[in-house]
């Protein structure tokens, strides 16, 4: 079959599934990079969207124990160098390299990042599961170590 002038092909269904997987990721790392400033009910119910129950719930404890720390996140957690791998049908696993220079904990009533924690870019991990029609993040982890790209 010969496309019309200025026409691409579709994507593949795997190219499709790629782009939802890494978006759904993105959305889970925009929203818990939100949870950890102030555990604020804004955000709960958007990172319960993309994830798991039980990663939900995990994800307010952990942002609970920040809180308890007297300490916030500052900026965002992004990933750079995301790899996907299809593990079944419904279930996928994805390798990244999280930008923990630009995000990070920060005592409350200040933006000065702890000293004590190491800033860099480090290994993080996350499987993804089929859920109906949606994709939601189930387990999400990250390193220190740091990533060589």
Sequence with gaps: MTLPPGATTPPSPGAATDAT??????????????????????WIQP????????????????????LDAQEHGVGLLRDEQVTIKMITPTSALIADCQDEKD???AADGTNVPDPSITRAD????????????????????????????
Aim: proline share 0%.
């Design 122 to 149: 480090f290994a993080g991990a996350a499987e993804l599961v089929l859920s109906g029609t949606t994709w939601l993040v189930d387990t999400f982890s990250t390193t220190h170590t740091e990533c060589t790209f």
């Design 47 to 66: 990172l319960a969207e993309v994830t798991t129950q039980r990663l939900a719930v995990a994800t307010v404890r952990e942002a609970n124990t920040i």
């Design 21 to 42: 997987i890494k978006a759904t990721y993105g959305k889970y790392l925009y929203d818990l990079s939100g949870l950890d400033d102030d555990l604020n009910e804004d």
């Design 103 to 105: 995000f990070y904990l």
